[in-house]
């Protein structure tokens, strides 16, 4: 199984992706998490994707292809995987297509996250991250039970520093223009389904569950 999620930040697909690549047993490749990770060990690549991820601008092409192209290698990608956050541009898309056209493979389904910008804005704002394992809440539509820890680890919850307002409606500019192209690109080559990215999140993770088994069946 091989899937794209693509969507406006907030959309849910980190969320959803969690839990379906542990359904199927496929790593979740999330470049903004891989991003986040680099920049907490200090590391060259990490720290020159700080300034960019700070003010809400997307990271220069050819860091992110290199790092999912390193990623790609790793044994665990080889029975399939679930990209999240990448491709956002055309050029990305076309990096893609060139990784796995070397490896003889093919994305199955692109799944796209639709959600209205007052629901984005009102998601992101309110949005906490487990600094242990990463686990989200939201301050208001689901709060942890004991305020700024995290229910499933303990960790501390924290607010990312790219999810104040100012940075948020930065960041769905960018989406709009740089990111909004790769529908037609997907679309074009029959790949793209939309799911309602609002309401209940179990019915959100059913309408993905179909789009991906009706692409198994194809
Ligand atoms: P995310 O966690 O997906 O919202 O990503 C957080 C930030 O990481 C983005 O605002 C970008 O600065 C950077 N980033 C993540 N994925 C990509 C990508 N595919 N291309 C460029 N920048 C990215």
Redesign the pocket.
């Known amino acids: 199984m091989r899937l794209i999620f693509l969507g406006p930040?907030g959309a849910g697909k980190?969320t959803q992706a969690r839990m379906l690549a542990a359904e199927h047993g496929i790593p979740q490749i999330?470049?903004?998490?891989m991003?986040?990770e680099a920049l907490a060990q200090k590391t060259p690549l990490g720290l020159e994707?700080k300034a960019?991820?700070d003010r809400?601008?997307?990271?220069p092409?050819e860091v992110?292809i290199g790092l999912v192209a390193e990623r790609f290698g790793r044994p665990d990608a080889l029975s399939g995987f679930l990209l999240?956050?990448?491709?956002?541009?055309v050029a990305?898309a076309e990096a893609l297509d060139r990784l796995l056209k070397e490896r003889e493979i093919g994305i199955d389904r692109v799944i796209f996250f639709e959600v209205s910008e007052g629901e984005l804005l009102r998601r992101l704002t309110g949005r906490r991250v487990c600094r242990g394992c990463g686990a989200l809440y939201h301050m208001v539509s689901s709060p942890p039970g004991t305020a700024g820890r995290c229910d499933r680890c303990g960790g501390e919850l924290y607010q990312r520093d790219?999810d104040n307002e100012a940075t948020v409606r930065g960041?769905l500019s960018?989406y709009r223009t740089q990111t909004v192209p790769l529908l037609d690109y997907y679309r074009g080559r029959n790949l793209l389904v939309s799911v309602a990215g609002e309401g209940p999140m179990n019915d959100i993770a059913r309408s993905i569950r179909q789009a991906v088994a009706a692409a198994r069946g194809r």
Do not use: I, K, W
């Not at 999330?30 to 998490?33: F, K, L, N, S």
């Not at 809400?56 to 990271?59: D, E, K, M």
């Not at 999240?84 to 541009?89: E, L, S």
């Open positions: 930040p980190g999330a470049t903004g998490d991003l986040r994707a960019y991820m809400g601008a997307l990271v092409d992110v999240d956050g990448f491709p956002r541009t990305q790219d960041r960018v």
